[in-house]
């Protein structure tokens, strides 16, 4: 018999696992440029990895999920995870780190894969709404813990290695939930052909979300993986202010069933394009106690954009399936992972503009990080626009569906 509790929390610490590869990643950007003598674009590449190895095995996690099943893809995972961890650790330079988190982005996508479409199948209706906000709630929860970790590790004068290991923890954790478990069986309309699959994404519909994921994925992941670079002279903690805005969107994705219920997922969507410009704005000119406040607006921004971009391709075109749902994330990890050494780039050039204006030492660093936000302010922009005709478009009953 299927225990959907026990399976709900197993996917709960997988996504824990892939939160603690996110922060803790992010906390010792530094030391790693430091420590390997590093540029910003080569850790941008680095970063890239993590966010390349996510769609790769998202779509094939998606596209094999009904031959193979959510637990193969998470047993996988496990594997990924685990070599990924020790060869980071051991990897001895800039390839090396290359390649231990293309693996960890490769489980961190399996996880996806698989977890999405099993608590869509195990839960119906607002239920599955909730769930998924809430399964995706600890995706920010395990940033928070990850920040503060590796805050406290790093104050401890802890090296980068000690703080990769916290990762097996949450890893361990979900194994053993998972380990002897029966999974729920698809739902007889979303386990279509992946033909019937492939023409429920050959919809208008379906290709406006595709092209909104990619912007709402670098709107999150943009500004959050460049917090301790980007932030570190503003006059506020970095890894307090990821703790900060994570903090809040755990919480709101908690209550995000009853938010999304009153105001549909369209509606949810458009707002939150809005704060989250705002949230970016706000970063690129304030310093000091204001940087919170920023924190603030961008955490309600970018809160519900990847529950809900899920959701809607789950509840609105539910013939595309595991596949379906797979490809959208695939889709905003793959647009993250192009623009990490594009953002890198932005630091260095915007570092040497502003040295050319004479600038130096923690000056220069805040102008050139508050320079690349403002060039980030563009992607919550464009989905402002996108956000509010998908949201008249769904108010049309004749095109709704199309």
């Known amino acids: 018999m299927t225990n959907s ?10 996504l824990i696992t892939t939160a603690f590869s996110f922060s803790i990643r992010a906390g010792i950007l530094p030391q790693l440029g430091e420590a390997f003598s590093l540029s910003a674009q080569q850790l941008g590449f680095i970063n890239s990895m993590w966010f390349l190895g996510f769609p790769i095995s998202m779509i094939l996690g998606g596209l ?15 594997i990924a995870h685990a070599l990924g961890i020790v060869l980071t650790i051991y990897s001895g330079g800039y390839v090396g780190l290359l390649i231990s988190t293309l693996l960890i982005g490769i489980g961190n996508g399996c996880t996806e894969a698989a977890c999405n479409p099993m608590i869509a199948d195990a839960y119906e209706g607002k239920q599955m709404n909730t769930l998924l906000n809430r399964f995706h709630m600890w995706f920010p929860g395990g940033i ?23 990762i097996v923890i949450p890893t361990l954790i979900y194994a053993y939930l998972f380990y002897g478990q029966e999974f729920p069986k698809p739902k007889v309309e979303a386990a279509t052909s992946v033909g019937e699959n492939f023409k429920a994404m050959a919809t208008p519909i379906y290709i406006f979300i595709l092209g909104c994921m990619a912007l709402t994925a670098i709107s999150e992941f943009g500004p959050q993986q460049w917090t301790s670079l980007i932030m570190q002279n503003s006059g506020a ?26 105001f549909d997922q369209t509606g949810v969507l458009l707002g ?16 000091g106690s204001m940087v919170y406040v920023a924190a603030i607006f961008f955490a309600l ?3 519900y954009f990847w529950p809900n971009m899920i959701g809607f391709v789950a509840e609105k075109i539910p013939a595309s399936g595991a596949l379906g749902m797979s490809i959208v994330g695939g889709m905003g990890m793959f647009s993250s992972s192009i623009f990490q050494p594009i953002i890198g780039g932005w630091i260095d050039s915007s570092t040497a503009e502003q040295a050319a204006n004479g600038l130096t030492g923690t000056a ?39």
Not at 64 to 78: D, E, L, S, V
Not at 272 to 287: D, E
């Open 301 to 303: 921004g970018i809160c």
């Open 364 to 402: 220069l660093d805040l102008a050139a990080g508050q320079q690349t936000l403002t060039y980030m302010i563009g992607f919550p922009g464009v989905l402002i626009i996108l956000f509010t005709i998908l949201y008249f478009w769904q108010r049309n009953p004749k095109t709704a569906t199309a």
């Open 5 to 14: 509790n026990r399976l709900f929390y197993g996917s709960c610490f997988a």
């Open 64 to 78: 094999f999920y009904h031959t193979i099943g959510p637990k193969k893809i998470m047993q996988f995972a496990f």
């Open 144 to 166: 928070v813990l990850g920040s503060l970790i590796s805050k406290f590790m790093t104050d401890a004068s802890l090296g980068w290695q000690t703080q990769i290991w916290v």
């Open 237 to 262: 903690q970095p890894m307090v202010i990821l703790a900060l805005i994570t903090g809040l969107m755990a919480v709101g994705r908690y209550f995000g069933g009853d938010i999304v219920h009153k």
């Open 272 to 287: 939150s394009a809005v704060l989250a410009a705002i949230g970016i704005f706000l970063f690129s000119t304030q310093t």
